[in-house]
């Protein structure tokens, strides 16, 4: 995966920090010429549309009126907001030749007074940089590929050493290397939020973790938790920032040695308890191993242990669960229990690219599930208990209302995908543009509430026949027979074209055998030799009984953006690498 | 040599052996911590050993100006931080084939002992 740095200055040692980096995803920087920003983001050296690019000027550099403030002169706010501006649409410009660009936004030695206490008056210099800032913000806004990171807190997270002055008149960078350090994680998050690999799963302790003391020795009544006290305060505000990160659609679960009914009535009866029951999405609260019990529940919960990230206060359960499970995330974690709630917040695995509706209220979907379970246990047979939940599925075609939420899924799902393609929202918008390809959207939704747009399937028209390219259900509506209600639904559509037969072409991974098995089960015929299965389109196949479909409506839809339209054709030659 | 605008050993951050043995060898761990964290940045071929005769820059040395610019800085503020001594290591030339002092880092601890007034005839670094 390649990175391009694009710079007014000397940028090489963040280079070298990227390449020695360690984590996932590794990295191969492309350092361009410093001091070239706008030949560089006009025409990048090396470059293919999956690559990364970051963008990181100076502000005196890139606004001319920036760099009269800070000479004393007297400049007109509306002249540095049009310079600004004029940078945003290079930015734009420079889109196509990128997957994702991230501009470092503008920032100041903490050396530098300015004007004294009048830096935050009009034509202060302090003023006139926040709204540099702002101004790019609202211009890259609407901009999905572009993203501003905020330096700011970089230099606030190193301090005064930020800045060298020594290191700027030897080499040309203004920066300590501590400065790059933290960039090099923010740009590591950056990147796994743009490729959808961000954790969604936290699994946490609750004895000293969650609440300070052991509820089963001294039962909630006694627990610190709020109250006027340091350290009840700062487990309260531990809890909000756990809550904090469910409102933004990450999953919690309780993996904790203790009696489940002790510590569920803690969890529900404590007055100053701000997680409850219902704020976890499942729980193993027993005395078996934690790293069983962690992995039975990113079963239950459909998630991959690469998703999940486990806390616990005790130095020995962290271990164990590094060394059984290593693909789950342990972050160290710290002994000052006034900590933890900075340390969570600080914890960079979380970021995503956007955020969705099915984001927000994912938490909600599985408590509906657990409902569906509770229903499923009390029925006689699965077919009653499919019966029984009276799905209704709306079908969509691709709009710009839900092409965000379906590029996440695409490149996202592992489980339930034929081919597991990973496309940019400008990619998929380019391969739906020819009349002969076809992709939907599907939402499901049955008696206990509304799983949101949760299925995709696209096809590809070939003579007298069609192929299917994707086929991708969320692992929250695997196993209802949405999938054959998905699949009738491009048989008809197929039928209605006067085609002979629809053909999948399974390509297998790692992850996605359930996606074979499902095939396996759907009564096409399998050629195994060529992974393809085949309905014959003379046969109506089945609609699956109990399911709604609503057919999709007429919809305002761009395929391709006008701002995107260029990069449609040098897209499509990345598309093959891409998807390989 | 100007030692204006150096402060004057004084062990007040962290304090130091009594021996001006111990002070060379502490002179040396400083420059080791900035070695490893130098190497941080550094491509795998580049990176420095820490140990006395270790090449730093010039013939033979690993080093490009770019990484001596970062390692100085590094090591600056590292002695700041454990003796309290602000140091200039760029006063005489660094990257003048000349000066020498950056040639190893049993060069530069002694050079750096000089620099702060914390040099002891007795000691051997090696």
Redesign the interface.
Known sequence: MKLHLISDFNLETLGHYLENDPSSPKLSVVAEPFGQVFPALLQPSQSSPSDFAVVWTSPEKMVPAFAAALDNIAIGEDGVVSEVQQFADRLRAAQKHFRAIFVVSWTLSPHYRGNGILSLKAGGVRKVLLKMNLTLAQELEDCRGIYLLDGQRWMEEVGTSSYSPKLWYLTKTPFHGNVFRQAVSDLKAAISAVLGTFKKLIVVDLDNTLWDGVVGDLGWENLRLGGHDYLGEAFVDFQRALKSLRNRGILLAIASKNEESVALEALSKHPEMVLRPDDFSAWRINWNDKAANIAELAAELNLGLQSTVFIDDNPVERARVREALPEVYVPEWPDDKTLFASRLRALNCFDSAYVTAEDTSRHQMYATHKQRELLRRGVSSAEDWILSLETEIKVEELSDANCARVVQLLNKTNQMNLATRRLAEAELRAWVRPENRKLWAFRVKDKFGDSGLTGILSLEIESGGAVITDFVLSCRVMGRNVEHAMVAFAAQHCTSLGLRELHANYVPTPKNKPCLSFWMSSGFAYDEKGNRFTWPLTRTYPSPDGISIRQPEAVECNPVHSSERVLVDAETASLKAITN | MSMEGIKPFEPTVKEVSATGSSRLEEVLKVIYESVS?LN????EGQRIEKSPAAVLFGAGGKLD??AL??F???T??KLDECFGCRVDL?QDDPFSPTTGHFGTIRSLATYVSKLAGIEDSHSRTD
């Open positions: 964290e941080l940045q550094l491509p100006s770019l610019a970062n100085i800085v590094i600056e503020q760029t």
